[in-house]
């Protein structure tokens, strides 16, 4: 113990130097994760592997935002092959699912009332979707990846503030499971800032994992176990053994298209999160972007246009996803209708350099056709954690991984949370006999807003390896820092930094306590709904320059959460 608060301690004051390194780098969302990843890099291991280790210690350190029992969307880059791959590790809807699954008297049923208990938990993918990849593209024995993991869990390691109040703010749902209230309200209190919490039934499923690989989860005494809980609990699902044992991962073409002089790279459907972040930044195409840099004077008059052009590009795009994006797989999606550069460009002329939309309508993309469809309502999305690598040999990964809301569905089996990842899905299929196309559906992957983005050079090369923790905001988060990093030149720490600006749906979002939020009056004149919000963003990020001198990093760790870049 005494070992991991001094590495705590040694991390902390290596975060506070700027992020800079010229071989390898990992940013993540706790500095033990980060150092694991670190420590597989000096072993000989590959992005890819340094993402894996680096997760499955996120899983122990911050079990409220990911985990085992959740799911994951990568973006993997081999530099040797020249080739970007998707891999979908996303949860499934269990075989027996009702359409109705999320209404009540034929009315939606309240967020909290649907996440908590058994009848959210998807198949959980993310384990699937790692050692898949692990087989192809990994360099060190799997087991290994798992060390650090388990020896955190063993030996427990001290509380950040920052989980210290989500437990206590989470204390009553956490409170109603066995498990979970044995692990963070032992003798009935929260565990406070500084306790040290040690998992040993996680440490014991890792150690599973490291000897069985996923069937460890998926197969045997673990799955029933996941099973059994999912459909005894007060409020029941529908999880059978023959759904984990049967559970998928997809390895899928990554969603790309021009951005100025460089390439971007997101994820398909079931993700939202690529589609919008593109069409965002396509939109934003049209305008002189570099010359709002806020850094620049009249610092304030900058600031409100490029706030005003990063929402109404983000509330144009919304409501596109809002009405086609779901999982492709069981529903058509007219994907390249929607990245078309002139079906784009007829969309960018809807912004007022001026004044906002009252209320953005979803466009009519080409190859649209078939049954017409309804919007979907906003409801909440919440949870999740990012991590980026790049490796010596130039691989980069770029990790989201979420187990949905804060502790997912406080469902607890072998000291690893459960996601509620199904209400992800619209609680309403249809809506005046219009489908929704995010609809709950039996086998089905739950429309996601993870974005985790590779943006590309003229040269082919990667220059910057992101995403964001943040729900349905994750997309603004995003879209927002690649403004930044590319039009703006900021690097990595300073872009992650900034007051967050973003749309969430028709809501134009400012953050609270920042320099965003005095720009509410102005906007608000020029019609937009406006909220002033705390935001709690999980940008990780790394920059990769390249120059006479060879090939340099820089990385971000964004400040609301406990996350640091680490390089060599």
Not at 2 to 8: A, D, M, Q, S, Y
Not at 92 to 99: C, E, Q, R
Not at 452 to 477: E, K, M, N, Y
Not at 509 to 517: I, K, R, S, V
Request: net charge neutral; with cysteine; charged share 20%.
């Amino acid at each position: 113990m005494i070992r991991l608060v001094l590495l705590l301690l040694l991390v902390a004051l290596a975060a506070s130097a700027p992020a800079r390194a010229q071989r390898q780098m990992v940013a993540a969302a706790h500095p033990l994760a980060a150092e694991a990843g670190m420590a597989m890099l000096r072993a000989g291991g590959t992005a890819l592997d340094a993402a894996i280790a680096t997760q499955a210690v996120l899983a122990v350190v911050e079990p409220q935002s990911s985990g085992l029992g959740g799911g994951a969307l990568m973006l993997h880059w081999d530099a040797g092959a020249r080739r970007l791959s998707a891999w979908d590790g996303r949860e499934t809807a269990p075989a027996a699912l009702p359409s109705t699954l999320f209404l009540r008297d034929g009315q939606p049923m309240g967020f909290h009332e649907a996440a908590v208990g058994g009848r959210a938990v998807g198949v959980p993918g993310a384990l699937r979707m790692l050692e898949a990849a692990h087989r192809e593209q990994g360099r060190l024995p799997w087991a290994d990846l798992l060390v650090p993991a388990i020896a955190i869990a063993e030996a427990g390691f001290p509380i950040t503030a920052r989980l210290a109040a989500q437990i206590a703010g989470d204390a009553e749902r956490l409170r109603r499971d066995p498990q979970a209230r044995a692990l963070f309200l032992p003798e009935g209190r929260p565990l406070a800032e500084g306790a040290v919490l040690r998992n040993p039934a996680l440490a014991a499923t890792l150690r599973a994992v490291a000897e069985q690989g996923a069937d460890a989860l998926h197969r045997g005494p673990i799955a029933a176990e996941i099973a059994a809980a999912v459909r005894a609990s007060p409020n029941p699902g529908f999880m059978t053994t023959d759904d984990l044992a049967g559970y998928e991962p997809r390895r899928r073409e990554a969603l790309c298209a021009p951005y100025r002089i460089w390439t971007l790279c997101g994820f398909p459907p079931p993700s939202s999160g690529g589609a919008t972040v593109l069409q965002i930044l396509a939109l934003l195409a049209h305008q002189d972007m570099a010359a709002l840099d806020p850094r620049g004077a009249p610092s304030e008059a900058r600031a409100l246009d490029a706030a005003h052009l990063l929402g109404e590009a983000g509330r144009v795009a919304f409501a596109d996803r809002n009405r086609y994006l779901a999982d492709g797989d069981h529903v058509p999606v007219p994907l390249p209708g929607l990245l078309d550069p002139l079906y784009l460009t007829i969309r960018a002329q809807l912004i007022d350099r001026d004044r906002a939309q009252a209320v953005p309508r979803a466009g009519n993309p080409p190859w649209a056709g078939g049954t017409p469809l309804a919007s979907q309502p906003p409801q909440p999305e919440n949870g999740t954690s990012h991590l980026s690598v790049v490796d010596a040999a130039g691989n980069a990964v770029a990790l989201t991984t979420t187990i949905e809301d804060l502790f997912g569905a406080r469902l607890m089996v072998r000291g690893m949370l459960l996601n509620n990842q199904l209400t992800d899905f619209s609680f309403l299929p249809e809506i005046e006999g219009r489908p929704v196309a995010n609809r709950v559906g039996p086998g089905k992957r739950p429309r996601s807003s993870m974005s985790p983005t590779i943006v590309f050079g003229a040269d082919g090369q990667p220059v910057a390896v992101l995403g964001s923790a943040g729900g349905t905001r994750i997309i603004g988060h995003v879209a927002q820092t690649l403004v930044a990093l590319l039009d703006w030149g900021m690097e990595p720490q300073a872009a992650v930094a900034l007051p967050r600006i973003g749309a969430a749906n028709a809501m134009l979002e400012l953050e609270a306590g920042t320099a965003a939020a005095a720009l509410a009056p102005a906007l608000q004149a020029r019609g937009f709904p406006v909220e002033v919000r705390i935001m709690t963003s999980g940008l990780h990020a790394i920059r990769i320059l390249r120059g006479p001198d060879g090939v340099r990093l820089q990385g971000g760790a964004d400040p609301r959460r406990d996350g640091v870049a680490l390089g060599e």
